[in-house]
């Protein structure tokens, strides 16, 4: 019996040949502590790494992902478990719950090695670092929620301003959180989450209610849900999906011309943020498939990218991990936009297609506009203030040389 199962199994093998090319991994880090603020003192000391901060909870999530990792890229073989540099291109946010997420999670993978996780700094870094400040998204802003000038100003600076209004919009609509204080909402479902003592009025009924708040903020801040704009998507996850399609691509055309060259990575992983998960999500058109309705990613949630060769004919798959500590992956497929419905794979044509007006090669420009060759920077003013000054001085001593020369001839004549 054994025997016969095992030579269908084999036959099948040989007739339907499957070979894994390559894998993106994208991933949000592990649980944090608030952000903004602590509602209370226990609070401080239970997070006491400070705002912002992986928390131990979050260090685990990171290895979670890690084990899933592992399981199907290092035990299957397909990566080298001694770890080679040539194999893999690890990087990170620089804000440092994403960089100890990555850290815990390749560390579960090569327990042996220590990884390289490259990172570039905030302002530079458009792969993986939302930006709020474009202009196209701070109009759009400024018209959405009526700001004036002074909550305009803010907003520049601090994309609070803005999650605080859809907020405090989306509360008009709820039972419980009506007339409530919601500056510190998102802190609050935090500290809830972490068992921790929080108003008697933020019950589970409240907190229902106050993730679809905080559901709102990310969709302002992403460009997604409610606020759907594919502007506003573009400087965010733009260049990553660019990024990942290119690098598809690439590993097509280098397999099916026989020249690699540079020879390229099989495994890629980017540790980022609920922002960037959320655009890339809706980029696809899986956003409600992923997440559900009216819902952000959750922490370490996960998508996958793999390019396989299938009966000699490149495919893709698209995978999915909702929950932090769930293992298993949802495959997601045949919901992303221009692919088949209910197939386990899409082609990489329809793939590499779908999002076109979500994707930017170049998200600086995308945000800020062409660069000015005359930057009028600190610098530039002085040297203009120098050369004002001089020619003023010049013009002057020239004049004063010409009367200095005619009264001389006077003199020279009597
Ligand atoms: C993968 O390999 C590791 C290390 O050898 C092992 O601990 C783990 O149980 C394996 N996972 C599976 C699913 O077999
Ligand atoms: C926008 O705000 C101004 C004053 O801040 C107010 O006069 C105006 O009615 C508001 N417009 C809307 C559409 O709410
Ligand atoms: C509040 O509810 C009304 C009516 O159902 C709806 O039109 C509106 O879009 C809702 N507002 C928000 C912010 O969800
Ligand atoms: C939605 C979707 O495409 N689901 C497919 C994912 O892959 C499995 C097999 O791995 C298929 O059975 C599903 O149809």
């Known amino acids: 019996m054994n025997a016969m199962f095992l030579s269908i199994f084999l036959i099948g093998l040989v007739f339907a040949e499957s070979e894994l090319l390559s894998v993106h991994a994208v991933f949000r880090h592990g649980a944090r502590a608030p952000i903004e603020d602590f509602t209370s003192e226990e609070a401080k000391h239970h997070f006491y790494r400070g705002l912002g901060q992986l928390t131990d909870e979050g260090v685990e999530h990171g290895r979670i992902v890690g084990r899933i990792l592992r399981d199907r890229y290092v035990n299957t073989s397909f990566l080298d478990k001694r770890m080679l540099t040539n194999e893999i291109y690890l990087r990170s946010s620089g804000s440092e719950r994403c960089l100890m997420t990555m850290n815990a999670a390749i560390d579960v993978m090569f327990p042996n090695a220590i990884p390289p996780v490259q990172t570039i700094a905030r302002d530079d870094d458009?792969?993986?670092?939302?930006?709020?400040?474009?202009?196209?998204?701070?109009?759009?802003?400024?018209?959405?929620?009526?700001?004036?000038?002074?909550?305009?100003?803010?907003?520049?600076?601090?994309?609070?301003?803005?999650?605080?209004?859809?907020?405090?919009?989306?509360?008009?609509?709820?039972?419980?959180?009506?007339?409530?204080?919601?500056?510190?909402?998102?802190?609050?479902?935090?500290?809830?989450?972490?068992?921790?003592?929080?108003?008697?009025?933020?019950?589970?009924?409240?907190?229902?209610?106050?993730?679809?708040?905080?559901?709102?903020?990310?969709?302002?801040?992403?460009?997604?849900?409610?606020?759907?704009?594919?502007?506003?998507?573009?400087?965010?996850?733009?260049l990553l999906l660019h990024t990942i399609f290119e690098n598809i691509k690439n590993r097509i055309n280098c397999i099916s011309s026989g020249e690699c060259d540079p020879p390229m990575k099989k495994f890629v992983a980017y540790a980022t943020h609920d922002i960037m998960i959320m655009a890339l999500l809706e980029s696809l058109g899986i956003r409600e498939a992923a997440l559900g309705i009216d819902s952000s990613p959750e922490f370490c949630s996960l998508i996958i990218f793999e390019l396989w060769m299938i009966d000699g004919a490149p495919q893709v798959k698209i995978l999915y991990r909702r929950k932090p500590e769930e293992t298993t992956l949802i495959n997601l497929s045949g919901n992303v936009r221009n692919c088949q419905e209910n197939a386990e794979y899409c082609a990489p044509e329809k793939f590499t297609t779908c999002c076109n007006q979500f994707i930017t090669s170049n998200p600086r420009e995308v945000c800020y506009g062409a660069p000015n060759p005359w930057k009028m920077n600190s610098l530039v003013w002085l040297l203009i203030g120098i050369i004002v000054v001089l020619s003023l001085l010049i013009l002057i001593i020239s004049l004063i040389s010409i009367r200095f020369k005619k009264q001389c001839k006077v003199e020279l004549k009597h």
Do not use: H
């Not at 008697?200 to 606020?227: C, H, N, Q, R």
């Open 126 to 238: 458009f792969l993986l670092i939302p930006k709020y400040n474009c202009p196209v998204m701070l109009k759009g802003y400024k018209e959405i929620f009526n700001l004036t000038e002074k909550e305009f100003n803010r907003a520049k600076k601090n994309i609070w301003e803005v999650s605080d209004r859809a907020i405090e919009r989306a509360a008009e609509n709820t039972t419980y959180l009506k007339d409530k204080d919601l500056s510190l909402i998102s802190s609050l479902i935090l500290e809830k989450d972490a068992g921790l003592a929080v108003p008697s009025w933020f019950d589970d009924k409240a907190y229902k209610e106050a993730e679809f708040l905080f559901f709102s903020a990310i969709a302002v801040m992403s460009g997604t849900g409610p606020y759907y704009n594919p502007e506003w998507i573009r400087p965010k996850s733009g």
